[in-house]
């Protein structure tokens, strides 16, 4: 018998379930939309993540014909803010040929933790890392990732604080979770408090520093 890990961010079901948990589902969904369409190799998500279709929590229904496996199409129009989310990062990652490589990123990537050191230890919950995009013709990217449930301050550890603008932030509410091209939040400070569980994406010109 499998494992299965899971948490319903307590709160059993959708129905009657506090405007808090939804709003950590959220977060959650778009913390592993940035991480998957983050990571180098090919993109996959099944059909409704994208608007949290949810299989009333059954992971594994595939002797089931009825509505526990069919794709609720309402759901789309009942959570516009998290499809929004899952375009912008597809469009994110397409903007960016230095993500999608036909080999690891190697000496481009460096790893980085709150400060200047990753925290490598079993019950991490910590990372970040700058990947320069020089040698695929793209700008420099940093993420910061918290997955632990309170907030942490993370030191961003290259450039000038006046270089890094913030496209995502997962904590946010829905327009300023994602801010498109040309209206990313510019940096005032090489300092960033980050919410518990929530990922930060920035990015940095070419020529930033």
Same mark, same amino acid.
């Given at each position: 018998?499998?494992?299965?890990?899971?948490?319903?961010?307590?709160?059993?079901?959708? &129905?009657?379930?506090? #405007? &808090?948990?939804?709003?950590? %589902?959220?977060?959650?969904?778009?913390?592993?939309?940035?991480?998957?369409?983050?990571?180098?190799?090919?993109?996959?998500?099944?059909?409704?993540?994208?608007?949290?279709?949810?299989?009333?929590? !059954? !992971?594994?229904?595939?002797?089931?014909?009825?509505?526990?496996?069919?794709?609720?199409?309402?759901?789309?129009?009942?959570?516009?803010?998290?499809?929004?989310?899952?375009?912008?990062?597809?469009?994110? %990652?397409?903007?960016? #040929?230095?993500?999608?490589?036909?080999?690891?990123?190697?000496?481009?990537?460096?790893?980085?933790?709150?400060?200047?050191? #990753?925290?490598?230890?079993? +019950?991490? %919950?910590?990372?970040?890392?700058?990947?320069?995009?020089?040698?695929?013709? +793209?700008?420099?990217?940093?993420?910061?990732?918290?997955?632990?449930? &309170?907030?942490?301050?993370?030191?961003?550890?290259?450039?000038?604080? !006046?270089?890094? $603008? %913030?496209?995502? +932030?997962?904590?946010?509410?829905?327009?300023?979770?994602?801010?498109?091209?040309?209206?990313?939040?510019?940096?005032?400070?090489?300092?960033? $408090?980050?919410?518990?569980?929530?990922?930060?994406?920035?990015?940095?010109?070419? +020529?930033?520093?």
């Amino acid at each position: 018998m499998a494992e299965s890990h899971s948490w319903n961010c307590g709160w059993e079901g959708d &129905e009657g379930a506090p #405007p &808090e948990v939804v709003k950590l %589902r959220k977060q959650q969904i778009k913390n592993f939309c940035c991480l998957l369409f983050l990571s180098n190799g090919t993109p996959m998500f099944r059909a409704g993540d994208e608007f949290m279709h949810t299989q009333a929590g !059954n !992971n594994n229904p595939y002797n089931q014909d009825n509505a526990v496996g069919w794709v609720d199409w309402s759901r789309l129009h009942a959570n516009p803010d998290m499809f929004r989310f899952f375009k912008c990062m597809i469009a994110f %990652r397409k903007a960016h #040929p230095s993500l999608a490589r036909s080999r690891f990123w190697r000496e481009d990537v460096r790893w980085y933790g709150v400060g200047s050191e #990753p925290d490598l230890a079993y +019950d991490s %919950r910590s990372l970040a890392f700058a990947l320069h995009g020089g040698s695929h013709q +793209d700008i420099d990217l940093y993420v910061m990732i918290n997955a632990y449930w &309170e907030e942490l301050t993370f030191q961003i550890q290259e450039g000038a604080m !006046n270089a890094w $603008r %913030r496209v995502v +932030d997962t904590s946010l509410e829905s327009p300023f979770d994602f801010l498109e091209p040309g209206n990313e939040s510019p940096f005032q400070s090489l300092h960033y $408090r980050v919410a518990g569980r929530a990922v930060i994406i920035l990015v940095r010109d070419k +020529d930033g520093g």
